[in-house]
């Protein structure tokens, strides 16, 4: 069984893909060790009797009720169930494990001062297929509270969860599952619940996609470049050398090589002297896509790897901290940054598109009428969708960071709205997916019916042979198909076949708007259409 460890060293976004899409867990003995060390910490101050925000104090603006011995245990329950106030349609299964494996990580560094059962029991949801219904909407990003203590009733045997398919009572999905309640001890509530575990988990996934992404809208704009005979010295290494940003440098790198075998590549090929700037400045564009996704995935990191509980245990001084860790502004920041990015490949994805658009209506085969009779044109039928979309996604690029209003009595009156920006964030880059897509199936109608070439008739008669490079280069992709249930009578259906591929046929109305796979060699020849392309990447 694939099994994260946890504790032994700081994890990653990967490591938190492995849990979300089913890996296991455990925790290392160095971890157990410094739970241990930082529970210690706590019951010494509940001994000697000082006062502590949340342990032995209410919170909120009860901060200064002191509570008695004896009412400890049940106000962290009565924490729990009192914070569980989202509201919405449930996380998705990868999000909710991605956050037990955020807060079980943050644990495992001591400094939340939990009991180590509270760890063992969120290990045990995961490692047994226990994930608790956590509705998606309730936090503003100064800890995702409600989200968590929607998580925090599972574990003590209330609140809703998934087994097995099943939605279940919490108490039941325990049973079922041979895990005992956790009895909750002073501060293991307050652990519970005061965590980003939300806005970090779904951050490393959305991370995660715009990486891939960013490589697919290299491939896009390359296919594009080439569907229109365009200058291909824009991906040049001295190109990137000239403004060593990284990302820049990686977007030249990535769409030169999708160019791989391409005529436009040849010494003589032509070519015309300028391309539109949506063609010409897509590695700047696309690099800064990059830079931004680096920036996010180190917020992530840090955020994941760190001790953000209020108040802080510090092992090595035997102390016990008030704090602001709990506040993720530079994880939410982040991601508004990232989103701004995204609308900027969108928009060039979309202004390509149009282009590619105008290419085909120029071609010989429109102008004179000779376009094959019965045939239908992928991409075609979805310029104006593409233009939908980005409209769409545009609006999508508005900061969501500084709109949330004072709370409890003016007490919490700052917060980031990091699971608001993260969640923005995923949505543009579904409608990043869909404008590329459209991209790849117009710029494959446009290379079979190319335009009159600008002022070079030395290729007239021959066919442009597509590069090599770019079919290679799909199938590493694996993405799933755009999100939007698209009506039109007669249209591509994405199939979900291993290695996934475009099947050009007629799709019911309206289209099943499930997720499946898309985009792997998305120009493969279908059986209905053996003109488009070959499989091997060589025009039929």
């Known amino acids: 069984m694939n099994v994260v460890t946890i504790g032994m060293r700081p994890l990653t976004v990967e490591d938190l893909g492995k849990v979300a899409r089913g890996a296991a867990v455990e925790l290392h003995p160095s971890a157990i060790d410094r739970i241990r060390a930082g529970r210690a910490v706590v019951e010494a101050a509940l001994a000697a009797g000082e006062p502590i925000y949340g342990l032995n104090t209410g919170v909120g603006r009860l901060k200064d009720v002191r509570l008695a011995e004896k009412e400890l245990r049940h106000s962290q ?38 009991s180590l059962a509270v ?22 990003g100064a800890a995702d509270l409600p989200q968590m203590a929607a998580i925090g009733l599972v574990a003590m045997g209330e609140g809703r969860a998934e087994y097995k398919g099943q939605i279940l009572p919490g108490g039941e999905a325990l049973r079922r599952a041979g ?154 920041l982040a991601f508004d940054a990232l989103r701004i990015a995204v609308v900027h490949v969108g928009q060039l994805s979309e202004r390509r598109t149009g282009h590619l658009w105008d290419s085909f209506f120029a071609s010989a085969a429109v102008v004179q009428g000779q376009l094959p009779a019965g ?25 969501a960071t500084l709109d949330v209003p ?3 009595m003016e007490i919490e009156d700052h917060a980031t709205s990091a699971p608001l920006t993260v969640g923005k964030t995923a949505s543009a880059l579904e409608l990043l997916e869909n404008l590329l897509t459209i991209e790849f199936l117009l710029a494959g109608t446009c290379s079979r019916f190319p335009a009159p070439y600008r002022g070079w008739e030395r290729r007239a008669a021959r066919r442009c042979a597509p590069s090599t490079g770019l079919w290679p280069a799909l199938g590493k992709i694996g993405h799933r198909r755009p999100s939007t249930s698209w009506c039109a009578p007669s249209y591509p259906r994405i199939t979900g076949s291993s290695p996934p591929t475009v099947a050009f046929e007629s799709v019911p109305t309206p289209w099943n708007s499930r997720a499946e796979p898309i985009t792997r060699q998305i120009a493969r020849r279908s059986a209905r259409y053996p003109w488009f392309r070959s499989s091997g990447g060589t025009a039929s």
Request: proline share 7%; aromatic share 4%.
């Open 375 to 399: 045939r239908e044109f992928p991409g075609l039928a979805l310029r104006y969708a593409a233009a939908s979309q980005f409209a769409e996604l545009k609006q999508l690029g508005a900061p």
């Open 406 to 408: 004072p709370l409890d």
């Open 119 to 140: 760890a063992e029991t969120l290990m045990a949801l995961l490692n047994s297929g226990v994930h608790p219904v956590v509705p998606r909407d309730g936090s503003v």
């Open 77 to 114: 329950e009565t924490l729990v169930r009192t914070h569980a106030g989202g509201l919405g349609a449930p996380e998705s299964t990868e999000v909710v494990r991605a956050a037990l494996a955020v807060r079980v990580n943050g644990i495992s560094r001591g400094g939340s001062g939990a």
């Open 179 to 332: 895990i005992a309640p956790l009895a909750v001890e002073a501060k293991d509530g307050l652990a519970l619940v005061s965590a980003n575990g939300i806005s970090v988990g779904r951050g490393a996934l959305v991370a995660m996609r715009a990486m891939d992404l960013a490589e697919t809208a290299d491939v896009a704009a390359a296919l594009s470049l080439e569907a229109i005979r365009g200058n291909p010295s824009l991906t040049l290494p001295v190109v990137g050398a000239a403004k060593p940003y990284p990302g820049q440098t990686a977007a030249c790198g990535s769409m030169r090589a999708a160019l791989a075998g391409s005529y436009l590549l040849e010494p003589e090929a032509p070519a015309s002297i300028q391309d539109p700037l949506s063609f010409r400045v897509a590695p700047q564009v696309h690099g800064a896509l990059r830079e931004f996704i680096s920036f996010a995935r180190r917020a992530v990191e840090i955020e994941l790897n760190s001790m953000s509980d209020n108040p802080l245990v510090s092992i090595e001084d035997g102390t016990i901290i008030h704090n602001g860790n709990f506040h993720p502004i530079v994880l939410a």
